[in-house]
T-cell receptor, first 112, second 113 residues
């Protein structure tokens, strides 16, 4: 196990709703990245937080937002859910921005 | 558990044989590459990495080869075991702030006992 935990494990939401996913990074890791993994595909980078600031963003619309807290845990918020948002959401933490990343088990989001 | 890679390319090997998984990457500016293993119900697990100033790196039972000329990466697994069955992804770091990885599509490795 990597020490990265995510909650909840599974979640079902209705189109148009909002969702918050949570991640606790490995102890001492100050960088958290979020990825979206659609079924049958590789993970896609959403954004990264470093010391509570968004440090970089992939090709995702503004309705995907996040937070990082002083203890380096993180949230991913998605507003106005669409059916295509159904995916496994992964967070990964690292000690340095270019250090080895440790992934959590993911949250499976289903939008109906 | 989670189903990962329902429609991915599949490599089927006999237990004890060597496996070679290939990956083409897209960004010639990428300077760091990683191989991940993902089992059902789990997040990707780091296997081995390589920086662009190297063309080969070896770990325990695994070797990564990098050919920058043709933007190709391969993962070799020696003496493949049933526990190696999983989906394997290569990932590239475009070299900006770091750890904002671009993943390939993945290959499912199936090991026959």
């Amino acid at each position: 196990e990597t020490g990265v935990t995510q909650s909840p494990t599974h979640l079902i939401k209705t189109r148009g709703q909002q969702v918050t996913l949570r991640c606790s990074s490995q102890s001492g890791h100050n960088t958290v990245s979020w990825y979206q993994q659609a079924l049958g595909q590789g993970p896609q980078f959403i954004f990264q937080y470093y010391r509570e600031e968004e440090n970089g963003r992939g090709n995702f619309p503004p309705r995907f937002s996040g937070l990082q807290f002083p203890n380096y845990s993180s949230e991913l918020n998605v507003n106005a859910l669409e059916l295509d948002d159904s995916a496994l959401y992964l967070c990964a933490s690292s000690l340095l921005q270019r250090g080895e990343q440790y992934f959590g088990p993911g949250t499976r989001l289903t939008v109906t | 558990g989670e189903s990962v890679g329902l429609h991915l390319p599949t490599l089927s090997v006999q237990e004890g044989d060597n496996s070679i998984i290939n990956c083409a990457y897209s960004n010639s500016a990428s300077d760091y590459f990683i191989w991940y293993k993902q089992e059902s119900g789990k997040g990707p697990q780091f296997i081995i990495d390589i920086r662009s100033n190297m063309d080969k790196r070896q770990g325990q039972r695994v070797t990564v080869l990098l050919n920058k000329t043709v933007k190709h990466l391969s993962l070799q697994i020696a003496a493949t075991q049933p526990g190696d069955s999983a989906v394997y992804f290569c990932a590239e770091d475009p070299g900006n702030a770091g750890n904002m990885l671009t993943f390939g599509g993945g290959t499912r490795l199936m090991v026959k006992p």
